[in-house]
């Protein structure tokens, strides 16, 4: 079982902080643990990656833009895709 996560860039707005972040998970796979910085606790409606790359593009404003994130892969998809 894999979660979405996220890495916290080094230079955050004052609007952001890690203290607006959910708790991570108890437990990651050992090999994984030393890697992991922030856990995200996405909503679970098969809407969870978008959630996530959401949650890390809009810098922590939140997975509610999910559905602009799959509009611009889409958009992209039409225009450079095969």
Not at 3 to 18: D, G, M
Not at 33 to 55: I, T
């Amino acid at each position: 079982w894999i979660q979405p996560i996220r890495k916290v860039p080094e230079n955050l707005p004052a609007s952001v902080s890690s203290s607006n972040s959910p708790p991570p998970p108890k437990k990651f796979h050992p090999i994984k643990a030393d890697h992991v910085q922030k856990a995200l606790d996405v909503d679970s409606d098969k809407h969870s990656g978008f959630q996530a790359v959401s949650y890390c593009v809009k810098l922590g404003k939140g997975q509610e833009n999910f559905m602009e994130v799959h509009q611009k892969l889409l958009d992209e998809l039409n225009t450079h895709g095969k």
